[in-house]
């Protein structure tokens, strides 16, 4: 079945250290994003990718970094210099052909950094 | 600024009730108006979706009222069931928007009582 990957499900890390978290998709769609979901806060856009190898800023990008070598893959870095990183994070794909196509999620990763 | 107006912020309805959430926009720009059905641990997946030059859009028990003129836009969910308990988001979008271009509300988190 085709998809978005996300991995791991929960990740824990200390409080300074980067952690990469993981997004595949097999949709053969252009677009990919990474966004941050927190309690009352809605989704909020981190970066976005509308083609390899060229990637760009959404509404929080401070304390993130992301690579785009491959199709399938938008890997999201966070950085130690994020201030408040434990949340829930989501990774999501579009068709770049038209603007109403509809955003596919994964299943997300909760970050939690103490 | 948020551009998307969600309310209410948590609802709970009785079994076989209507419930009703409601967004508000402020860019006249925007002409795409999805919105996301997200149950706990999952990433959010596309319910149903309407343009402005619809004022109804039915699929199933979902229903999205569009009024452009008062710039709102609503999701009624008829003969609900305990299986709807879910959080729902309305967005917008614009086509000038490019790969970025969509708004999320910040969600509303329903529980329908059995």
């Known amino acids: 079945d085709g998809g978005i990957t996300q991995s791991p499900k929960y990740l824990f890390r200390k409080e300074g250290q980067n952690v990469t978290l993981s997004c595949e998709q097999n949709l053969n769609h252009d677009a990919m994003y990474w966004y941050r979901q927190d309690p009352g806060q809605g989704l909020r856009l981190i970066y976005y990718s509308q083609i390899v190898n060229d990637f760009q800023k959404g509404d929080i990008a401070e304390g993130y970094s992301v690579s785009r070598e491959k199709k399938e893959s938008f890997p999201l870095t966070v950085t130690s210099a994020q201030k408040n990183p434990t949340a829930f994070y989501l990774c999501?794909?579009?068709?770049?052909?038209?603007?109403?196509?509809?955003?596919?999620f994964g299943n997300g990763t909760r970050l939690t950094v103490t | 600024q948020q551009q998307v107006k969600q309310s209410p912020q948590s609802l709970i309805v009785q079994k076989g009730g209507i419930p009703i959430i409601n967004c508000a926009y402020e860019?006249?720009?925007?002409?795409?108006f999805p919105w996301y059905q997200q149950f706990p641990g999952k990433g959010p997946a596309l319910l149903i979706a309407?343009?402005?030059?619809?004022s109804e859009k039915k699929e199933g028990r979902f229903t999205i009222s569009f009024n452009k003129s008062a710039k709102q836009f609503s999701l009624h969910i008829m003969d609900s069931q305990p299986g709807d308990s879910a959080t729902y988001f309305c967005a917008a979008r614009w086509s000038g928007g490019g790969a970025d271009g969509l708004t999320f509300g910040k969600g509303t988190h329903l529980i329908i009582q059995p």
């Open positions: 999501a794909s579009s068709p770049w052909s038209s603007y109403n196509s509809p955003l596919h």
């Open positions: 860019n006249t720009a925007f002409d795409y």
């Open positions: 309407i343009r402005p030059d619809v």
